[in-house]
T-cell receptor
Framework: NAGVTQTPKFRILKIGQSMTLQCTQDMNHNYMYWYRQDPGMGLKLIYYSVGAGITDKGEVPNGYNVSRSTTEDFPLRLELAAPSQTSVYFC???????????FGPGTRLTVL | GEDVEQSLFLSVREGDSSVINCTYTDSSSTYLYWYKQEPGAGLQLLTYIFSNMDMKQDQRLTVLLNKKDKHLSLRIADTQTGDSAIYFCAEIPNSGYALNFGKGTSLLVTP
């Protein structure tokens, strides 16, 4: 199993540009999550999904959108990039709500 | 929400034991976790403990849980330079699905 994979690894955006961060898991997990990690901070939840077709907001959802059309994929969309979205983004998955979460390697995004 | 608290920095000599402490927020959290993050990498699950346990040992790692004080600790025996990383304490509060993380403790192991 590859586990949780994320693309791209790095990206630089200009203010106002849009992009999609990709996340795929091959463990048939129902739950998937997007977190952001700012320097010197823990991770904050952006969005999560408890199954295909179901998504919900986390602690810091503003400026982001998600979709979950399949069990495997959970893309995160930034529509109008802002410098405040400069961060490292981690995708995670788990078999259930209180089960262990498995993390991808992260996407480092810089907005200039 | 409330914060999971960790000390930010710890430095130990190679071969010594390291103890990283954490205070979590939700006394009804079912599982408590320790994740390790090496520079430029993602989070790797190190160990976890179920809330009905006081202690869990896994090779060089010992986790202690004090539910009354909502205190969690991670002890690394015979610390090696390869253990240098950031260690995150995390809980899943009873109210939600997502992990609630501390800010991480940077462990530096010197020869």
């Amino acid at each position: 199993n590859a586990g949780v994979t994320q693309t791209p690894k790095f990206r630089i955006l200009k203010i106002g540009q849009s992009m999609t961060l990709q996340c795929t898991q091959d463990m048939n997990h129902n739950y998937m999550y997007w977190y952001r990690q700012d320097p010197g901070m823990g991770l904050k939840l952006i969005y999560y999904s408890v199954g295909a077709g179901i998504t919900d907001k986390g602690e810091v959802p503003n400026g982001y959108n998600v979709s979950r059309s399949t069990t495997e994929d959970f893309p995160l969309r930034l529509e109008l990039a802002a410098p405040s979205q400069t961060s490292v983004y981690f995708c995670a998955s788990s078999p259930g709500g209180v089960n262990t979460q498995y993390f991808g390697p992260g996407t480092r995004l810089t907005v200039l | 929400g409330e914060d999971v608290e960790q000390s930010l920095f710890l430095s130990v000599r190679e071969g010594d034991s390291s103890v990283i402490n954490c205070t979590y927020t939700d006394s009804s959290s079912t599982y408590l976790y320790w994740y390790k993050q090496e520079p430029g990498a993602g989070l790797q699950l190190l160990t976890y403990i179920f809330s009905n346990m006081d202690m869990k040992q896994d090779q060089r790692l010992t986790v202690l849980l004090n539910k009354k004080d909502k205190h969690l600790s991670l002890r690394i025996a015979d610390t090696q330079t390869g253990d240098s990383a950031i260690y995150f304490c995390a809980e899943i509060p009873n109210s939600g699905y997502a992990l609630n993380f501390g800010k991480g403790t940077s462990l530096l192991v010197t020869p």
